[in-house]
């Protein structure tokens, strides 16, 4: 099975750096990814990492440590539409298994 | 087309009613998802079609019906809901199963069950 911990909500000021941690146990790993999540709209892809390291994008890095079962994704220059759920997701035994996902509240 | 398209956008249904949420993606996927998501809680599996065929159900209740008429449609059959079954459904599909694939979802349906 599957267990993904993360933390649940925070809040960060226009142009700032936020981290955002992800524990998980899995019987089997794949790969995690890292997914934005708007209010009732749908998931959309973040990041991969499936080799432990930083994974740079723009504004967006996530990082991995199999050994530690750890991610983090790391936001920079925070814009007001950073405001949403990031979600981490673990893959394995042909399965995508989110995490709770943290909320993150941009204020000017 | 790399969107994953689901109809209706919002659904009421009553308790008795017999209703059905479509999915549709021209990206040439092989693999399909139904997910669930309650407000506030991640999206959580119930389905998993490969090549057409159910390989995954989650331990689903049976008033959840999937089917997979062809590798670009996915469709679920809702049949005497509860009202605990309200919810966020999301579509998703992936080039295939294996774990190196990432998903796409669908911008998700809204169900509510009175």
């Known amino acids: 099975g599957q267990n993904i911990d993360q933390p649940t909500e925070m809040t960060a000021t226009e142009g700032a750096i936020v981290q955002i941690n992800c524990t998980y146990q899995?019987?089997?790993?794949?790969?995690l990814f890292w997914y934005q999540q708007h209010a009732g709209e749908a998931p959309t892809f973040l990041s991969y990492?499936?080799?432990?390291g930083l994974e740079e994008k723009g504004r967006f890095s996530s990082f991995l440590s199999r050994s530690k079962g750890y991610s983090y994704l790391l936001l920079k220059e925070l814009q007001m539409k950073d405001s949403a759920s990031y979600l981490c997701a673990v893959k394995g035994n042909n399965r995508l298994a989110f995490g709770k996902g943290n909320q993150v509240v941009v204020i000017p | 087309d790399t969107e994953v398209t689901q109809t209706p956008k919002h659904l009421v249904m009553g308790m008795t009613n017999k209703k059905s949420l479509k999915c549709e993606q021209h990206m040439g996927h092989r693999a399909m998802y139904w997910y669930k998501q309650k407000a506030k809680k991640p999206p959580e599996l119930m389905f998993v079609y490969s090549y057409e065929k159910l390989s995954i159900n989650e331990s689903v209740p049976s008033r959840f019906s999937p089917e997979c008429p062809n590798s670009s449609l996915l469709n679920l059959h809702l049949h005497a809901l509860q009202p605990e079954d309200s919810a966020l459904y999301l579509c998703?599909?992936?080039?295939?199963?294996?774990?190196?694939?990432?998903?796409?979802f669908g911008s998700g349906t809204r169900l509510t069950v009175v």
């Open positions: 990492n499936v080799l432990d």
């Open positions: 998703a599909s992936s080039q295939g199963t294996g774990d190196i694939y990432g998903y796409t």
């Open positions: 899995t019987s089997g790993f794949n790969g």
